[in-house]
T-cell receptor, first 111, second 114 residues
Framework: AQTVTQSQPEMSVQEAETVTLSCTYDTSESDYYLFWYKQPPSRQMILVIRQEAYKQQNATENRFSVNFQKAAKSFSLKISDSQLGDAAMYFCAYRRADMRFGAGTRLTVKP | EAQVTQNPRYLITVTGKKLTVTCSQNMNHEYMSWYRQDPGLGLRQIYYSMNVEVTDKGDVPEGYKVSRKEKRNFPLILESPSPNQTSLYFC?????????????FGPGTRLTVT
């Protein structure tokens, strides 16, 4: 079964600085999709970014980018120019048929 | 407005009293799914449905039932709730069941079983 591991339960970053959240996964498949979701205190799950495994180019969405290392099964999220509104739980997820989530990383942004 | 709705948003109940959490989506999505979220464990899939009348178990199906009689609705049934089912529950939907399509999540249902 596929598993997703987020090794950092908590992270903090200074406003305007850059932070990287780590995620590794385990799979024997070659075609799959990876996601980062954000969960602010409102509890709403919000898609931040997605990556197709067959694409070598790393996905970017404004201040959010990923470092996808397929051979290492690593999928980290980089947040540049951190803002107070970025404070949230961040979940890494893997999807082929069903979707598997990591345990989450709580990000604190310090003013 | 495209959305996934869940009801109720909050529920406190007692052990053994059957309950249903409703989920509805207005996006004509084929795929629907239920998750539970617990601290330190992330979201774990309970059941999912690839289309009407097609359901399958996720990682933690014990103690839950689902049905998919209509495309838009996917209720979660707890026949005899127990305290270990106290959790935050999310319903989600997407276009097909595979691929990189975004899953749209409902607002969550906080369930407490005493």
């Amino acid at each position: 079964a596929q598993t997703v591991t987020q090794s950092q339960p908590e992270m903090s970053v200074q406003e305007a600085e850059t932070v990287t959240l780590s995620c590794t996964y385990d799979t024997s498949e070659s075609d799959y999709y990876l996601f980062w979701y954000k969960q602010p205190p409102s509890r709403q799950m919000i898609l931040v970014i997605r990556q197709e495994a067959y694409k070598q180019q790393n996905a970017t969405e404004n201040r959010f980018s990923v470092n996808f290392q397929k051979a290492a099964k690593s999928f980290s999220l980089k947040i540049s120019d951190s803002q107070l509104g970025d404070a949230a739980m961040y979940f890494c997820a893997y999807r082929r048929a069903d979707m598997r989530f990591g345990a989450g990383t709580r990000l604190t942004v310090k003013p | 407005e495209a959305q996934v709705t869940q009801n109720p948003r909050y529920l406190i109940t007692v052990t053994g009293k059957k309950l249903t959490v409703t989920c509805s989506q207005n996006m004509n999505h084929e795929y629907m799914s239920w998750y539970r979220q617990d601290p330190g464990l992330g979201l774990r899939q309970i059941y999912y449905s690839m289309n009407v009348e097609v359901t399958d178990k996720g990682d933690v199906p014990e103690g839950y039932k689902v049905s998919r009689k209509e495309k838009r609705n996917f209720p979660l049934i707890l026949e005899s709730p127990s305290p270990n089912q106290t959790s935050l529950y999310f319903c989600a939907s997407s276009i097909p069941g595979t691929g990189g399509y975004e899953q749209y999540f409902g607002p969550g249902t906080r369930l407490t079983v005493t």
